[in-house]
């Protein structure tokens, strides 16, 4: 684990948790796992604040304890992975609300905040806030348990394990059947409860959490739709959503080449859904397109029921990785830096003399730019001797590219980036909070004031009290922090993206 990633957390951490489970969490990362004691110990924070910061950690699975090789005492380990995605988490609950709908998303919403929480508790907590914001009126109690169970059975939300006996170190443990189990409500209890009446909904002591991975896995078939799209158009983009939506039918979710699917099978699929007559009517056409295409998204596996077609997932990535780090080099290094990172990509190995010929790059330019990149460690250099005796005749270096470990170390510096652009906006917001406050307070009474009907006159008064040149710092501030969210999620997709590429690579 680096230097920077251990600095994001900590920020990360700052952000949503405050100082003291901060402080915590970044000891753990420095240390690995510990018990409690050596914690307090180094920390220097009393006891009962380091078990409540451990308790709030692993509430919302950031940190897991297992027993350590002291008898009867848990060590507790931060998962850093974890704590980045954090930063995801709008990314969720958007999803929710364009799949969905309000009642999805404010579920998740919910059970993200609190980390982990039983369904009737989240179930009522979203029924008051739709109650609040939801224009149609009151929203029933049956539709939001619906969704939930919908959620559930989708898998994006899932069942939090319990402990198998009571030990000073429990063991958390559930079974694979009931893990994705919607929950059997009382719904007469719900109503009851949510009146203020004590009733029992009938599922005390059974907690959700959110399934980061099936959200993953969308983001993931959502990254491969829009490549297709943008190489080509909307009904090629439309056919790989239906090829990875029939994938599912017959290959686990995570594998790097799905089992193949037979043609008839996609032409019903698109048949029925009817959205597409382009699509329908040069089917076959459109499948021999990706199926030559360079990027190898699907290729063609067998001719029985019409011809069969698979999905190299793996591959798909690696060439999403290749094109990510061309355009990185290409942003900040320029056009002939790009062609040489082509060039040696496309010869695998060759030599300094090869490159300025082949590229057509004045031989200084050329050698200039090479070890620039090699300095950066976007290519590396491999040294061979043509007989054993050592001379400057004797030796010639050739060029190659480790593609995972220039993903490695883009994830770095992305890591790095991410944490400049979380320390500058939060800089922001300090140095301009009283200016965001008096701001937000002028909306609040304004607003107030128009619901009850105050002449304009009043109003234009309250909102005079801002002066021309506040108002052109505050435009300013609002400018910069939305640059820098922007620049978070964008950075956030491009670690996505390389750690996916990272772990098929590893399978």
Request: net charge neutral; aromatic share 8%.
């Given at each position: 684990?680096?230097?920077?990633?251990?600095?994001?957390?900590?920020?990360?951490?700052?952000?949503?948790?405050?100082?003291?489970?901060?402080t915590?969490?970044?000891?753990?990362?420095?240390?690995?796992?510990?018990?409690?004691?050596?914690?307090?110990?180094?920390?220097?924070?009393?006891f009962?604040?380091?078990t409540?910061?451990?308790?709030v950690?692993?509430?919302?699975?950031?940190?897991?304890?297992?027993?350590?090789?002291?008898?009867?005492?848990?060590?507790?380990?931060?998962?850093?992975?974890?704590v980045?995605?954090?930063?995801?988490?709008?990314?969720?609950?958007?999803?929710?609300?364009?799949?969905?709908?309000?009642?999805?998303?404010?579920?998740?919403?919910?059970?993200?905040?609190?980390?982990?929480?039983?369904?009737?508790?989240?179930?009522?907590?979203?029924?008051?806030?739709?109650?609040?914001?939801?224009?149609?009126?009151?929203?029933?109690?049956?539709?939001?348990r619906?969704?939930?169970?919908?959620?559930?059975?989708?898998?994006?939300?899932?069942?939090?394990?319990?402990?198998v006996?009571?030990?000073?170190?429990?063991?958390?443990?559930?079974?694979?059947?009931?893990?994705?189990?919607?929950?059997e409500?009382?719904?007469?209890?719900?109503?009851?409860?949510?009146?203020?009446?004590?009733?029992?909904?009938?599922?005390?002591?059974?907690?959700?959490?959110?399934?980061?991975d099936?959200?993953?896995?969308?983001?993931?078939?959502?990254?491969?739709?829009?490549?297709?799209?943008?190489?080509?158009?909307?009904?090629?983009?439309?056919?790989?959503?239906?090829?990875?939506?029939?994938?599912?039918?017959?290959?686990?979710?995570?594998?790097?080449?799905?089992?193949?699917?037979?043609?008839?099978?996609?032409?019903?699929?698109?048949?029925?859904?009817?959205?597409?007559?382009?699509?329908?009517?040069?089917?076959?056409?459109?499948?021999?397109?990706m199926?030559?295409?360079?990027?190898?998204?699907?290729?063609?596996?067998?001719?029985?029921?019409?011809?069969?077609?698979?999905?190299?997932?793996?591959?798909?990535?690696?060439?999403?990785?290749?094109?990510?780090?061309?355009?990185?080099?290409?942003?900040?290094?320029?056009?002939?830096?790009?062609?040489?990172?082509?060039?040696?990509?496309?010869?695998?190995?060759?030599?300094?003399?090869?490159?300025?010929?082949?590229?057509?790059?004045?031989?200084?330019?050329?050698?200039?730019?090479?070890?620039?990149?090699?300095?950066?460690?976007?290519?590396?250099?491999?040294?061979?001797?043509?007989?054993?005796?050592?001379?400057?005749?004797?030796?010639?270096?050739?060029?190659?590219?480790?593609?995972?470990?220039?993903?490695?170390?883009?994830?770095?510096?992305?890591?790095?980036?991410?944490?400049?652009?979380?320390?500058?906006?939060?800089?922001?917001?300090?140095?301009?909070?009283?200016?965001?406050?008096?701001?937000?307070?002028?909306?609040?009474?304004?607003?107030?004031?128009r619901?009850?009907?105050?002449?304009?006159?009043?109003?234009?008064?309250?909102?005079?009290?801002?002066?021309?040149?506040?108002?052109?710092?505050l435009?300013?501030?609002?400018?910069?922090?939305?640059?820098?969210?922007?620049a978070?999620?964008?950075?956030?997709?491009?670690?996505?993206?390389?750690?996916?590429?990272?772990?098929?690579?590893n399978?």
């Amino acid at each position: 684990m680096s230097v920077q990633l251990g600095k994001l957390c900590s920020v990360i951490l700052l952000e949503h948790f405050g100082e003291i489970v901060q402080t915590v969490g970044y000891d753990l990362f420095k240390w690995g796992s510990k018990p409690l004691q050596f914690i307090v110990n180094s920390t220097r924070l009393k006891f009962q604040q380091v078990t409540r910061a451990l308790s709030v950690l692993v509430q919302y699975g950031l940190v897991t304890f297992c027993e350590g090789s002291v008898p009867n005492k848990a060590e507790y380990t931060l998962l850093p992975e974890r704590v980045l995605l954090l930063l995801r988490y709008p990314k969720y609950i958007l999803l929710m609300k364009t799949r969905y709908g309000n009642e999805a998303e404010i579920l998740v919403e919910e059970i993200l905040r609190k980390g982990q929480d039983t369904a009737s508790a989240v179930i009522l907590r979203a029924s008051e806030r739709l109650k609040n914001t939801t224009e149609a009126g009151n929203v029933e109690l049956t539709t939001i348990r619906d969704k939930f169970a919908t959620l559930a059975t989708k898998q994006f939300l899932m069942r939090c394990p319990n402990p198998v006996e009571e030990k000073a170190v429990p063991t958390l443990t559930i079974k694979e059947r009931e893990l994705f189990l919607p929950p059997e409500l009382n719904l007469k209890a719900l109503t009851e409860l949510q009146k203020g009446e004590n009733a029992d909904p009938g599922d005390k002591g059974i907690y959700w959490r959110v399934n980061l991975d099936r959200f993953h896995q969308d983001f993931r078939d959502d990254i491969m739709i829009s490549s297709m799209t943008r190489r080509f158009d909307e009904d090629v983009g439309e056919l790989m959503r239906v090829i990875l939506q029939q994938m599912y039918l017959r290959t686990e979710p995570w594998a790097s080449v799905s089992n193949p699917v037979p043609f008839t099978e996609l032409r019903d699929t698109i048949k029925k859904l009817n959205s597409h007559p382009l699509l329908i009517q040069y089917l076959d056409q459109y499948l021999k397109v990706m199926e030559e295409d360079s990027s190898c998204f699907v290729s063609k596996v067998g001719d029985s029921a019409g011809g069969q077609y698979s999905v190299n997932i793996k591959y798909a990535f690696l060439e999403l990785t290749w094109t990510t780090v061309e355009n990185i080099v290409l942003e900040r290094f320029g056009s002939k830096a790009a062609r040489i990172f082509r060039l040696i990509r496309a010869k695998k190995y060759v030599e300094q003399e090869q490159i300025q010929q082949i590229a057509m790059i004045p031989a200084k330019e050329a050698k200039l730019l090479t070890y620039k990149l090699l300095e950066e460690n976007f290519i590396q250099m491999k040294e061979l001797r043509k007989s054993l005796t050592a001379g400057p005749n004797k030796t010639f270096f050739l060029f190659y590219i480790k593609i995972d470990q220039v993903a490695r170390m883009v994830i770095e510096i992305c890591y790095k980036a991410l944490y400049n652009a979380l320390t500058r906006r939060e800089h922001e917001q300090k140095e301009n909070c009283r200016l965001i406050e008096k701001h937000q307070r002028i909306e609040s009474i304004t607003l107030s004031m128009r619901a009850q009907g105050i002449a304009a006159e009043q109003i234009t008064e309250i909102e005079d009290m801002i002066t021309p040149p506040e108002l052109t710092l505050l435009e300013k501030v609002k400018s910069m922090i939305k640059r820098l969210s922007d620049a978070e999620m964008q950075l956030d997709d491009t670690v996505f993206m390389l750690q996916l590429f990272l772990n098929y690579h590893n399978l």
